[in-house]
């Protein structure tokens, strides 16, 4: 007679594998699942880098508003204190030319754990984007995004921890959320816009790190953008500094806090070790996946 | 456990990356277990696409309390019961018994499948649904009998029981055929 134990581990050996083809259905079915449910819910919280502009068009047309406002000391009216010596205008003006830019982030969530990484460092120029991912001094994953096409945006992720890494290309029209989230984090040339377009005042001065800057402050929750959902008691408040000398920003912070489907949420960020208009290699910033590395997609 | 919390968290988030992360962590072993319940590759293949189609649509919404892996077994589970009830009601239309399980179409995995399992999931088609979900869950999803209890909403004695007739059941089926 066959013991029961035998049987036990005879079941246990069962072992299917999913075809190639299988999981080509199953990825796209689910991917396509996953994008038409990209309607957030309000436990989703905004990325401190969203911004309110959604596409690349709309971003620069309103920049080039702002911009020609400021000139037009239009926004001197929505100003609380005027007459400071940074020409907002030209922080403006100057982030927007800037060549290449590079800058480290920190966020902490109470909705995300704080251990997923210890600081990001996005390096980013008109047409290409990097953001490496670090935890204990290692870089763990990396995002590359090709923002040169008008009308789609490749965003390739290289996963050290595993070798794997994985590109897909969006349709910007067909993936505003999910771009918004992604791109704008990585880019700081918006972070003077998102301040400038809401209802701000200006903070006076203060030294930094031994270098004399001056900083603006908005409380306005239109610098959130489009809400994901209903969220009460909400409180922003975003500063930037910027080196009085060279006008170009220095420190970025934020503070989020609300409460959304009955569950209080705070967000704090922090952009800072800014570099403005330096020449980084484009080689640098396209896709460098190892050759042992393998496209999630085969596996 | 904390890795299945993050991934869970960036689909929340809409993460296309986290999602194929879970699909390609979990498939082989929702895929088997499946299989172990209906015993035909096609179905299996069906559920398996089915409860991930589903979990990337409510992804946004979805808070994980327990274990993920318990969470896929769960939806494979309750599938794969679906379809053995729709299964029944057909073959009470058409008023004949129901088909025995067909076991894999797969030529190429038949083929690779050693005589022995070969004959085991013939065996398990041959015992009721309830025994072959006690079987299957415990000994390939690693749930306990108290989940499997909750799950199938019966006491953990009876799913104690099933799980031990089924077992003898087994024993029997391949006792006998390896005698003949």
Known sequence: MRPAEDIKKLIETLSDKTSAQMDQRVRENMLRALAESEKPSALTWPKIGRTIMKSTITKLATAAVIIALIVLGLLEFIDTENKSGVVWAEVARKVEASRGSVVRCRETTSFQPSDETDYSITYTSPRYSRKDFYEGGQITHTYYTDLSSPDTETITGVYHTHKHYLSQTYQKSRNEFFLEQHEDWMNPRYLVQKILSCEHRKLGQKTIEGVLCEGIETTDPASLGPLPGPVTRLDVEMRLWVNAETEYPVLFESKISGEAEGKAMSSEGVMDQFQWDVDLDPSFLEPNIPPDYVDMRTL | ?180
């Open chain 2, 1 to 180: 456990m904390l890795e299945d919390k993050l991934l869970v968290l960036k689909c929340r988030r809409g993460s296309k990356d986290a999602m194929c992360r879970i699909y390609l962590k979990y498939k082989d072993y929702m895929l088997t277990l499946a299989k172990g319940l209906l015993g035909d590759q096609a179905e299996a293949e069906d559920i398996v696409h089915d409860v991930f189609v589903a979990f990337a649509r409510s992804s946004g919404k979805f808070q994980l309390t327990g274990s993920l892996k318990g969470y896929l077994a769960t939806c494979v589970s309750n599938r794969a019961r679906d379809r053995i009830r729709a299964r029944t009601r057909q073959a009470d239309a058409l008023g004949s018994t129901i088909p025995l399980l067909a076991g894999s179409h797969d030529p190429e995995q038949h083929a690779a499948e050693t005589e022995e399992l070969t004959r085991l999931r013939q065996a398990m088609s041959q015992i009721p649904h309830e025994q072959r979900e006690a079987i299957m869950l415990h000994l390939k999803g690693g749930m306990k009998f108290r989940e499997i209890a909750k799950l199938q909403d019966v006491s953990i004695s009876t799913i104690h029981g099933r799980y031990r007739y089924g077992l003898d059941k087994l024993r029997s089926l391949l006792n006998g055929e390896v005698e003949k």
